[in-house]
């Protein structure tokens, strides 16, 4: 039941652009990602919701695709500030609006100068 | 300063014996939740309350207990710690469900 999110790792070089993947097994009601840095507390990014939307600020966007239950979080342009470990988070259609949320294994992102 | 607050944000502690992890956040947000962190894991949610006094289990609650009698505070309570609930804790909350979500610092526990 847990999403699976790929790459597991990436190793980019500034001004790299990335895309980090996030399938489920089932219809999915919405799509959250955060950031994590090391040592530190996971951060919001963004949140999509079923209707296939997409979202961005910056340089960071993601998508929503219903149909084959996955998102996909975009990084352009990438900086160093961009490293650390990202995670997307899923409800199931069906339990969305009960607050069960269930995060994938995480990718880590290393950007380097 | 809106933050969400966890106490103690390191713990050692022996099998068996009951301890708390508290969580209080003053954002008056409606939805809390707990989970923990393990190394190729992720973050695993154990409970979340969309509101005072409604809790429900997240994908793994065995050995924890949570209460919320108050909006603001949400503990988490390990009866009788075992050494498999060594691990990483986070205590986060939004205004509701599927919003953002702010994390506390985090609580390293040892059970040993």
């Known amino acids: 039941q847990q999403p699976v999110q790929s790459p597991q790792a990436v190793i980019l070089r500034e001004g790299e652009d990335a895309v980090i993947n996030c399938s489920s097994s089932?219809?999915?009601?919405?799509v959250h990602w955060y950031r994590q840095k090391h040592g530190e507390a996971p951060v919001f990014l963004m949140i999509?919701?079923?209707?296939?939307e997409q979202k961005g600020h910056d340089k960071i966007s993601a998508s929503f695709n219903e149909k084959k239950q996955q998102s996909s979080l975009y990084l352009t342009a990438s900086q160093l500030s961009y490293s650390g470990t990202y995670f997307c988070?899923?409800?199931?259609?069906?339990?969305?609006?009960?607050?069960?949320?269930?995060f994938g294994q995480g990718t880590t992102l290393q950007v380097k100068p | 300063e809106a933050q969400v607050t966890q106490n103690p944000r390191y713990l050692i502690t022996v099998t068996g014996k009951k301890l708390t992890v508290t969580c209080s956040q003053n954002?008056?947000?409606?939805?809390m939740s707990w989970y923990r962190q393990d190394p190729g894991l992720g973050l695993r949610q154990i409970y979340y309350?969309?509101?005072?006094?409604?809790?429900d289990k997240g994908d793994v609650p065995e050995g924890y207990k949570v209460s919320r009698k108050e909006k603001r505070n949400f503990p988490l309570i390990l009866e009788s710690p075992s050494p498999n609930q060594t691990s990483l804790y986070f205590c986060?909350?939004?205004?509701?469900?599927?919003?953002?979500?702010?994390f506390g610092q985090g609580t390293r526990l040892t059970v040993v």
């Open positions: 954002m008056n947000h409606e939805y």
């Open positions: 988070g899923t409800s199931v259609l069906g339990s969305g609006n009960t607050g069960k949320l269930i």
């Open positions: 986060a909350s939004s205004l509701r469900q599927n919003t953002e979500a702010f």
């Open positions: 309350s969309m509101n005072v006094e409604v809790t």
């Open positions: 089932k219809a999915l009601y919405s």
């Open positions: 999509l919701l079923k209707g296939g």
